[in-house]
């Protein structure tokens, strides 16, 4: 089982509309967890951090059911502007060391 | 601020050439990393350091060496370069929050082809 898991789509949405994708983790230690955004042939940018309590940043909402290992992303009114890949990334650290895994991400395009 | 930012952007090697790719961050970052990214892989860590003068394999080191004589920069050397290292090579600083976090800022990445 891969420590990090994502449906790669692609996930093809109507301008408007709301869309959600999942992303799961093996290790049950994992401490942060986040989600980084990747424009074609552009390099991975940092969309949003995930709290256990669940985050909201305008349009986009993040959450993490530790019990199930699993984080998700929702958009709402989805965008032109928010095709791209979505890559899910799994951070643990334990007496100075950490590790971050990376998601092979979800490709999302919004159709007009 | 620059941020991230990878030299050389665009690079086509032969087989058994050497080259380096350099790396540098104005952020202050301790923390540094070695990317590479292939279709459907994902982003595979090759090296990091987690401070000047240290190193550390990731999970793809072979074929490749790196080193960090100075915080800001972080050089990603190819020895005698193969075709299986044909990839896009993404370097990274590392931000540690309080709570322990690790937030990464990602150069524009460097295009290598190996003929």
């Known amino acids: 089982r891969k420590e990090v898991e994502q449906d790669p789509g692609p996930f093809n949405v109507p301008e408007g509309a709301t869309v959600a994708f999942n992303c799961t983790y093996s290790?049950?230690?994992?401490?942060?967890f986040f989600w980084y955004r990747q424009d074609c042939r552009k390099e991975p940018k940092l969309l949003m951090s995930?709290?256990?309590s669940g985050n909201e940043d305008g349009r986009f909402t993040a959450q993490l059911n530790r019990a199930s290992q699993y984080i998700s992303l929702l958009i709402r009114d989805s965008k032109l502007s928010d095709s791209a890949t979505y890559l899910c990334v799994v951070n643990m650290y334990d007496f100075g060391n950490e590790k971050l895994t990376f998601g092979t991400g979800t490709r999302l395009t919004i159709i007009p | 601020n620059a941020g991230v930012t990878q030299t050389p952007k665009f690079r086509v090697l032969k087989t058994g050439q050497s080259m380096t790719l350099l790396c540098a961050q104005d952020?202050?970052?301790?923390?540094m990393y070695w990317y590479r990214q292939d279709p459907g892989m994902g982003l595979r860590l090759i090296h990091y350091s987690v401070g000047e003068g240290t190193t550390a394999k990731g999970e793809v080191p072979d074929g490749y060496n790196v080193s960090r004589l100075k915080k800001q920069n972080f050089l990603l050397g190819l020895e005698s370069a193969a075709p299986s290292q044909t990839s896009v090579y993404f370097c990274?600083?590392?931000?540690?929050?309080?709570?322990?976090?690790?937030?990464?800022?990602f150069g524009a990445g460097s295009r290598l082809t190996v003929l």
């Open positions: 290790n049950s230690a994992s401490q942060s």
């Open positions: 990274a600083s590392g931000q540690i929050l309080a709570s322990g976090a690790n937030v990464l800022t």
């Open positions: 995930v709290y256990s």
């Open positions: 952020m202050n970052h301790e923390y």
